[in-house]
């Protein structure tokens, strides 16, 4: 084994199995929302289609390489949607759908989807924040933590005028909904989304740095439904939500993963 082949495939594996950790890792995902579930497609894992490598030193071929790209997968996007600011005859900032009559969407569909957040929760006084329903949850019964993040391995022709954030917690203690959170640099442009188009990422990261993650449709059983109802929405009414993994911890059914079919 080449040592290239060594440090994508099994550096640290040895180790980490000795202490008894898994070289493969189950995780469940399904979607939580109260209706229109139809248009949260499933979580693809990422390819790429470049032209068949004529080098053995292409990157196409490098193991590192490999090895980061197919750990990440693909959520799409739910809709199409163009929206952009304007400002009223006060001089406000206004959130407008930009598609105007030709939208695809109602306003209802709208307020459900995503929210501008409050002025004073903003990182600058003039990046506004949007944060959208992805209404994604992930759940395993072994530590696991998954990380969302920009979809930065796909190339754009049309850039988006601001920053998709990220984020990053544990699925084995807090498998809440993923919301995906827009913060907003240029206000001279619109953001456009397409439905079916890379959204964001995850991938997940394991006690054992070389674990395969298996990812499976959840079913939405009982434990896990009354489990959510108890960590959701906690950000209303307390901040550092991270400071609740231990109470979370002592009422978490012993098992939550349980595959569809």
């Known amino acids: 084994m080449s040592w290239d082949d060594y440090f ?8 980490a199995e000795g202490r008894g950790k898994k070289r493969n890792v189950t995780v469940g995902w399904t979607v939580r929302f109260a209706q229109g579930n139809a248009i949260w497609g499933a979580p693809k894992s990422f390819s790429r289609s470049d032209p068949k490598a004529t080098s053995a030193k292409s990157i196409q071929v490098c193991p590192a390489a490999i090895d980061f790209d197919r750990r ?12 952009a600011f304007a400002r009223d005859a006060q001089g406000r900032l206004q959130l407008t759908d930009a598609d105007g009559e030709a939208s695809q969407m109602r306003p209802q569909g709208r307020a459900n989807l995503f929210q501008l957040q409050p002025q004073n929760e903003w990182r600058h006084p003039e990046r506004p924040i949007l944060q959208f329903t992805a209404p994604y949850v992930f759940v395993a019964d072994e530590p696991c933590y998954v990380v969302q993040s920009p979809p930065y391995l796909h190339w ?14 544990p699925i084995h203690i807090w498998p809440r909904p993923l919301a995906w959170a827009f913060e907003w640099y240029d206000l001279s442009k619109p953001l456009v989304l397409k439905r079916g188009d890379p959204w964001f990422y995850v991938h997940f990261e394991t006690e054992n740095p070389s674990a395969h993650v298996r990812l499976v449709e959840q ?19 307390v901040n550092k939500t991270y400071g609740l993994f231990g109470e979370a911890q002592r009422i978490r059914p012993d098992r939550l993963l349980k595959p569809k079919g």
């Open 72 to 83: 990440h997968y693909v959520i799409p996007c739910p809709v199409d949607l163009t929206l």
């Open 8 to 15: 994508a495939e099994d550096a640290g594996a040895a180790e």
């Open 219 to 237: 079913e939405m059983t009982g434990e896990l439904e009354k489990y959510l109802d108890s960590i959701i929405d906690v950000s209303n009414y």
């Open 156 to 169: 754009f022709p049309e850039q988006r005028p601001g920053l998709a954030m990220g984020g990053r917690f």
